[in-house]
């Protein structure tokens, strides 16, 4: 509403810390043009100038307010149809809106929209077989991989079923090539208002399918590098979990890899973008897609289940073999010949060094627990009571040191209770299971580096999970330690360890024919696979549902068997819980309506409710009947929690 003078009154939340309201301002005659909701502008606060959001347009002032001038229209920001998003998100999960707001921003200052002329036209996607060219009798596109002329037939009737799901979950085995599921969904969003939006777990994955998109002729923008392109529209957006607070209006949206951890936010205020991208999905009207080999129990709650034909995804996944603990000699310390015969025969079969053995051991260090070989007493810290670990093997001559996890904390390894300096190593980590298997095998055994480092160049590697996502492909993978996985003390323990599996089945590709599967990081795997590699469990659970459900390929055994446990236990997605942590947690869970409050440990609170609608209404609720808003909340709020 623009007053006689041409001003314009606004709402507008400073993007500063501390402070959780909004303030009113008029806008000059002069700045009215470029200013709008969620544009980023500089207003005058207590003194200083700060940015901050409009985020109301045209509302009257307060009774008795005089409202200051806003100074300057820094950037364009979140359209309007974010703004809303963002409200609910930090409604969803007890945050705060500018957090959101921030996100849902460029990176950079962006002061107009480029020119349309400039982007390639919105409906020109090239038909198919215009562009691959016939490469020995099969058809290729320019970036190497399968075009979707030669994607199986049942693979747009998924595509196809799913999409006019509106909200589905299409379950496709973890050897099957995520380009042809990409194209075929683009196919479906032809000739729908706006631009398809696609969700991947990794940069290096966003990069990867915005080159090959882009070399069949697709126009593609890489988001949030790209705002402005995915503010003005004609593109294929791409990226990260930021693609769910993009702008632009989606005609669908694709969640590449939707098992993937990476989808969710750690920081504060903690999101999951599947919630988003389900909420602006629905608020749109679009249709939105989540496809994983092993969907999470709260990724199919209330969405529909698309799956293809029984054989087709049992060949996507790799042959299985088990080794049984409990069937060990004990007698071979260590490591079972068996293991030592399944590696030697993987390597036998030939391969480049590109190809290797990879194994897999989730601890790091060489020993993560020791006790006394003479009064087995377990080796604690002394001042946590934290289980000492051997970080490398000491030096010739040497005693080395143990050191605690937990406070860091140096010890030596002398027992404090009889005085000994003979332990035994009770849990091997990566550097000593190096060292064990490069005897028994007599070839190089090299140790995966930290997270992000590239591969060793040798014919075994060993590491934790992040050789995983690290890997091109391989020959074989074995888990030296699955109970590791198996019984690791969180409710999602079973979820999390199929995940890996199919991460070590995406390496391995098909069981029969040829795969054309892809590695992590969104790479084609190079040529074809007949009969893919091997997967190796070593567990003493075999009859375990998350190892039953890789050796035959069906995710529902997991899913069947954890939904009973958790309606029993009234965990997620049977209930909604948040885990509240910090100074101010004991005085801000005693003010908590119609949700159950139970302590974990010093200022660490877990409330649950019957419904993550319930459970946001009770912070609403909180903060709302508190006059500083969030910035009187003196504790960490986490909604749907991962590490519990």
Same mark, same amino acid.
Request: net charge positive; glycine share 10%; proline share 9%.
């Given at each position: 509403?623009?007053?006689?003078?041409?001003?314009?009154?606004?709402?507008?939340?400073?993007?500063?810390?501390?402070?959780?309201?909004?303030?009113?301002?008029? %806008?000059?005659?002069?700045?009215?043009?470029?200013?709008?909701?969620?544009? =980023?502008?500089?207003?005058?606060?207590?003194?200083?100038?700060?940015?901050?959001?409009?985020?109301?347009?045209?509302?009257?002032?307060?009774?008795?307010?005089?409202?200051?001038? =806003?100074?300057?229209?820094?950037?364009?920001?979140?359209?309007?149809?974010?703004?809303?998003?963002?409200?609910?998100?930090?409604?969803?999960?007890? @945050?705060?809106?500018?957090?959101?707001?921030?996100?849902?921003?460029? /990176?950079?200052?962006?002061?107009?929209?480029?020119?349309? @002329?400039?982007?390639?036209?919105?409906?020109?996607?090239?038909?198919?077989?215009?562009?691959?060219?016939?490469?020995?009798?099969?058809?290729?596109?320019?970036?190497?991989?399968?075009?979707?002329?030669?994607?199986?037939?049942?693979?747009?009737?998924?595509?196809?079923?799913?999409?006019?799901?509106?909200? *589905?979950?299409?379950?496709?085995?973890?050897?099957?090539?995520?380009?042809?599921?990409?194209?075929?969904?683009?196919?479906?969003?032809?000739?729908?208002?706006?631009?398809?939006? =696609?969700?991947?777990?990794?940069?290096?994955?966003?990069?990867?399918?915005?080159?090959?998109?882009?070399?069949?002729?697709?126009?593609?923008?890489?988001?949030?590098?790209?705002?402005?392109?995915?503010?003005?529209?004609?593109? %294929?957006?791409?990226?990260?979990?930021? %693609?769910?607070?993009?702008?632009?209006?989606?005609?669908?949206?694709?969640?590449? +890899?939707?098992?993937?951890?990476?989808?969710?936010?750690?920081?504060?205020?903690?999101?999951?973008?599947?919630?988003?991208?389900?909420?602006?999905?629905?608020?749109?009207?679009?249709?939105?897609?989540?496809?994983?080999?092993?969907?999470?129990?709260?990724?199919?709650?209330?969405?529909?289940?698309?799956?293809?034909?029984?054989?087709?995804?049992?060949?996507?996944?790799?042959?299985?073999?088990?080794?049984?603990?409990?069937?060990?000699?004990?007698?071979?310390?260590?490591?079972?010949?068996?293991?030592?015969?399944?590696?030697?025969?993987?390597?036998?079969?030939?391969?480049?060094?590109?190809?290797?053995?990879?194994?897999?051991?989730?601890?790091?260090?060489? *020993?993560?627990?020791?006790?006394?070989?003479?009064?087995?007493?377990?080796?604690?810290?002394?001042?946590?009571?934290?289980?000492?670990?051997?970080?490398?093997?000491?030096?010739? +001559?040497? =005693?080395?040191?143990?050191?605690? /996890?937990?406070?860091?904390?140096?010890?030596?390894?002398?027992?404090?209770?009889?005085?000994?300096?003979?332990?035994?190593?009770?849990?091997?980590?990566?550097?000593?299971?190096?060292?064990?298997?490069? *005897?028994?095998?007599?070839?190089?055994?090299?140790?995966?580096?930290?997270? @992000?480092?590239?591969?060793?160049?040798?014919?075994?590697?060993?590491?934790?999970?992040?050789?995983?996502? *690290?890997?091109?492909?391989?020959?074989?993978?074995?888990?030296?330690?699955?109970?590791?996985?198996?019984?690791?003390?969180?409710?999602?323990?079973?979820?999390?360890?199929?995940?890996?599996?199919?991460?070590?089945?995406?390496?391995?590709?098909?069981?029969?024919?040829?795969?054309?599967?892809?590695?992590?990081?969104?790479?084609?795997?190079?040529? @074809?696979?007949?009969?893919?590699?091997?997967?190796?469990?070593?567990?003493?659970?075999?009859?375990?549902?998350?190892?039953?459900?890789?050796?035959?390929?069906?995710? +529902?055994?997991?899913?069947?068997?954890?939904?009973?446990?958790?309606?029993?236990?009234?965990?997620?997605?049977?209930?909604?819980?948040?885990?509240?942590?910090?100074?101010?947690?004991?005085?801000?869970?005693?003010?908590?309506?119609?949700?159950?409050?139970?302590?974990?440990?010093?200022?660490?609170?877990?409330?649950?409710?019957?419904?993550?609608?319930?459970?946001?209404?009770?912070?609403?609720?909180?903060?709302?009947?508190?006059?500083?808003?969030?910035?009187?909340? +003196?504790?960490?709020?986490?909604?749907?929690?991962?590490?519990?």
């Amino acid at each position: 509403m623009i007053e006689p003078e041409g001003r314009v009154e606004v709402d507008v939340l400073p993007d500063v810390s501390g402070i959780d309201r909004t303030f009113h301002y008029a %806008v000059p005659a002069a700045l009215v043009p470029g200013v709008g909701l969620g544009s =980023i502008v500089r207003v005058p606060l207590h003194g200083r100038r700060v940015r901050g959001f409009v985020v109301a347009f045209g509302t009257p002032a307060p009774p008795g307010v005089v409202p200051q001038e =806003i100074v300057q229209v820094v950037s364009l920001g979140p359209p309007a149809s974010m703004i809303e998003l963002c409200r609910w998100a930090a409604w969803r999960y007890a @945050g705060r809106l500018r957090a959101f707001l921030t996100a849902a921003s460029p /990176p950079t200052v962006v002061r107009r929209l480029p020119e349309r @002329g400039r982007l390639p036209e919105r409906g020109s996607v090239p038909e198919r077989g215009s562009v691959p060219e016939q490469v020995g009798g099969r058809r290729s596109s320019p970036s190497g991989g399968p075009h979707p002329a030669s994607a199986p037939a049942w693979l747009g009737d998924a595509v196809r079923e799913a999409v006019g799901s509106r909200d *589905a979950v299409l379950r496709l085995p973890p050897a099957h090539a995520r380009l042809p599921v990409v194209l075929a969904a683009l196919d479906e969003a032809r000739g729908r208002p706006g631009d398809a939006m =696609i969700l991947v777990e990794s940069h290096a994955d966003a990069r990867t399918l915005s080159r090959r998109l882009e070399a069949l002729g697709f126009g593609v923008c890489q988001y949030p590098d790209q705002w402005a392109e995915a503010a003005l529209g004609g593109r %294929v957006v791409i990226g990260t979990r930021s %693609v769910a607070l993009a702008p632009g209006k989606p005609s669908l949206i694709l969640v590449l +890899d939707a098992h993937s951890e990476s989808y969710r936010s750690s920081r504060a205020p903690t999101f999951d973008a599947r919630v988003l991208v389900a909420e602006r999905a629905r608020a749109e009207g679009s249709p939105v897609v989540f496809v994983s080999p092993c969907p999470s129990l709260e990724l199919l709650d209330g969405r529909a289940l698309v799956t293809i034909e029984r054989s087709a995804e049992r060949r996507g996944w790799p042959l299985a073999t088990v080794l049984d603990v409990r069937e060990e000699d004990p007698r071979e310390g260590g490591y079972p010949s068996r293991l030592v015969s399944l590696v030697r025969e993987a390597l036998q079969s030939g391969g480049e060094l590109r190809n290797p053995v990879v194994l897999v051991l989730n601890r790091k260090g060489r *020993a993560r627990l020791l006790s006394c070989s003479h009064c087995r007493s377990v080796q604690r810290c002394p001042s946590c009571g934290a289980a000492l670990v051997q970080e490398q093997r000491p030096p010739k +001559d040497e =005693i080395g040191v143990l050191s605690c /996890p937990s406070c860091g904390r140096d010890c030596p390894p002398i027992c404090p209770a009889c005085g000994s300096a003979r332990l035994r190593i009770l849990r091997p980590g990566v550097g000593l299971a190096r060292e064990q298997l490069q *005897a028994l095998l007599g070839v190089e055994v090299a140790e995966m580096g930290s997270p @992000g480092s590239e591969v060793p160049k040798a014919p075994v590697v060993i590491g934790t999970e992040s050789v995983l996502h *690290a890997a091109l492909r391989a020959r074989m993978v074995g888990f030296l330690d699955f109970d590791h996985e198996l019984l690791a003390p969180r409710f999602r323990a079973a979820e999390q360890a199929l995940v890996l599996l199919a991460r070590a089945a995406r390496l391995l590709g098909a069981r029969d024919g040829p795969g054309g599967g892809e590695a992590p990081g969104g790479r084609e795997a190079p040529g @074809g696979r007949s009969g893919g590699g091997r997967l190796v469990v070593r567990t003493s659970m075999p009859d375990h549902h998350v190892v039953r459900s890789a050796q035959a390929g069906s995710p +529902d055994l997991v899913a069947a068997a954890e939904l009973e446990r958790r309606r029993l236990l009234r965990l997620p997605p049977v209930t909604a819980l948040g885990e509240v942590t910090g100074a101010g947690a004991a005085a801000l869970v005693e003010r908590l309506e119609g949700v159950e409050v139970a302590p974990v440990q010093n200022e660490r609170y877990l409330v649950r409710a019957e419904s993550s609608t319930a459970l946001a209404d009770a912070f609403a609720r909180l903060v709302a009947g508190d006059q500083g808003g969030w910035a009187a909340i +003196d504790a960490r709020i986490e909604i749907d929690p991962l590490a519990l």
